[in-house]
């Protein structure tokens, strides 16, 4: 399932990627989802979050051997227009140069 709020993608069978490794990527990622989901998130932790491809411009995916792949620093910036509501509040914090969330 999709996190982006209002996503439905899973009836479409769109592909699901997991947060990138990559500490800065990853905020990225979230700092999106964050945004479309007013700083709601539905999952309860970070190894349950997924971003399904529809959330990516056509010029950030690639397909190899009929499956789309995400390009290197791919970042999700489409929404849907429909925005459910949400359980979980995320907050972000700076501390000695790094980036922490707490849920």
């Known amino acids: 399932m999709c996190s982006v709020a209002g996503c439905d993608s899973s009836r479409r069978s769109a592909q ?56 290197p620093s791919a970042v999700p910036s489409l929404k849907h227009k429909d925005i459910k509501d949400c359980f979980f509040v995320l907050f972000f914090f700076k501390k000695n140069n790094r980036f922490f969330f707490q849920f």
């Open 16 to 71: 699901r990627f997991k947060l990138p490794e990559d500490p800065e990527e990853r905020l990225e990622w979230v700092m999106f989802i964050a945004k479309v989901n007013k700083q709601c998130f539905k999952e309860s932790s970070w190894t349950d979050i997924y971003v399904c491809s529809e959330h990516f411009p056509d010029d950030c995916l690639v397909n190899v051997n009929d499956r789309v792949q995400l390009k």
